[in-house]
């Protein structure tokens, strides 16, 4: 029987987005906040029990963007490996992003656990598949180094051990480390919502901004923002807009490349034979440049995957998703899907996330595709910049703003303004570094 794609976020049937409670509009705050998603959240909530009056405008509903389109993997990723960034940045400085990226997985744990945010939280781990030799030999450096360096000491699998985590031959080994695990990003943004609104954050949906400008009519207003609801003036300002940055905040978007990550969910296969194909129920990787990311859904009744898109069609995108799925787990040529849907990631140039000052405005962006982490820990991070700044302000709990990020150069290209064409030469030319990378042995 052919099942109709439903073409909305298969963590949408629980928690769609929504409207803002409507609210008298404000002309002034002492910190605008332009995005509603888990970075805007995650500046909002520490800078409103500060004490200050924080405002956040959405332009669409809250849940609309990336924060609830993604799959729900606190993996914190980096796109370079230890070795690479010591060669970069040097040993030291290298350190400092592998112990940044777990203090940020750790500090989203004990936020979901401290505000008691019901968004099916899994301490599960994750098991990433090694599809050659090589790429199992630089998973064992990796996993050497993040041990070294931050105590989490991953298990490393020959093929032989797969079945411990997975019920598949695509893979010559892999490696699990229980640091990570899954949430429901629909239902945690919503959290952070009602967490935003009690500490008294108002936001308002459905408003767009057209101009941010930086004035200078007295130390309670360095900023006014034209925006579809009327203007507003602000002390600060913190753009928490990412992938989804447009024409209004120009500068940001010629220093992202934004690409579609899309996914799909299983029909319900039921938890039993769910386990019996990934019998740890953790979070899956491949060691691909364009490889997928997996797991079961919260309840352990369906299977999401997810990966790069590669085709502007969608039927051709939905079925190499499904392709995929099969090339992984081939028990299940037989199951339909009844999701697809996409967002959109971001990426600077350097492939590294940023947490930039320019001109006065805070820009913490450039998860590369690792969001679920990084977005609520940057946007904290903002939000403590902010702390710094303003005379009487309680910093709280929130820690110190200091971050590896903070001091990277955020660069753009000649003659880029924010459309990426050059991204499907990019996508073929990683695509073919993994089909000679599957040919070497």
């Not at 099942?3 to 049937?13: K, Q």
């Not at 392709?323 to 590294?352: E, K, M, N, R, Y």
Request: a neutral charge; glycine letters at 10%; charged letters at 20%.
């Amino acid at each position: 029987m052919q099942i109709r794609l439903i073409t909305t976020p298969y963590w949408w049937d629980a928690a769609p987005p929504a409207d803002a409670a409507p609210t008298e509009w404000q002309n002034s705050a002492d910190v605008v906040i332009i995005g509603g998603g888990f970075t805007g959240f995650g500046a909002a909530i520490p800078l409103a029990r500060a004490g200050l009056k924080v405002v956040i405008v959405e332009k669409d509903k809250i849940g609309a963007g990336a924060s609830t389109r993604n799959g729900g993997i606190t993996s914190g990723n980096l796109r370079h490996s230890y070795n690479q960034l010591s060669k970069k940045f040097g040993p030291e400085k290298a350190a400092k992003f592998y112990q940044e990226a777990h203090a940020a997985r750790q500090d989203l744990i004990s936020f979901i656990t401290d505000e008691q945010i019901d968004c099916d939280l899994q301490l599960c781990g994750r098991f990433a598949g090694a599809t050659q030799p090589r790429a199992l030999a630089a998973m064992q450096s990796e996993a050497d180094n993040l041990s070294k360096i931050t105590g989490v000491v991953p298990v490393i699998y020959d093929k032989a051990g797969l079945a411990a985590h997975i019920d598949s031959d695509k893979y010559c080994g892999g490696v699990w480390r229980d640091d990570i695990g899954g949430i429901h990003p629909a239902k945690l943004l919503a959290g952070m919502h009602r967490v935003a609104v009690s500490a008294g954050a108002q936001i308002f949906t459905g408003v767009a901004v057209s101009s941010v400008r930086r004035i200078e009519a007295g130390a309670d207003a360095s900023f006014s923002l034209d925006t579809s609801k009327g203007q507003i003036t602000a002390g600060h300002v913190i753009t928490a807009t990412n992938a989804y940055s447009d024409a209004a905040i120009p500068w940001l978007r010629r220093r992202l490349v934004p690409v579609i990550s899309e996914m799909i969910a299983t029909e319900e296969l039921g938890e039993n034979r769910v386990r019996s194909l990934m019998p740890s129920k953790s979070m899956y990787s491949e060691s691909l440049q364009i490889g997928h990311y997996f797991r079961p859904s919260p309840d352990g009744k369906r299977i999401l995957l997810g990966g790069r898109r590669m085709d502007s069609d969608p039927a051709i995108a939905a079925k190499r998703l499904r392709d995929g799925l099969v090339s992984i787990l081939p028990d299940l040529a037989d199951c339909a899907i009844t999701h697809h849907w996409f967002g959109f990631v971001a990426f600077p140039f350097d492939q590294l996330p940023k947490l930039t000052v320019h001109d006065g405005v805070i820009y913490p962006a450039g998860y590369c595709g690792s969001g679920t982490v990084w977005a609520r820990w940057l946007g904290q991070k903002a939000a403590q910049m902010v702390l710094g700044d303003v005379a009487g302000a309680s910093s709280g709990n929130v820690g110190s703003a200091d971050s590896v990020f903070a001091d990277l150069p955020f660069r753009s290209m000649p003659f880029y303004s924010g459309e990426p064409w050059f991204l499907p030469l990019a996508m073929r030319f990683y695509a073919v570094q993994d089909k000679l990378a599957n040919l070497r042995t």
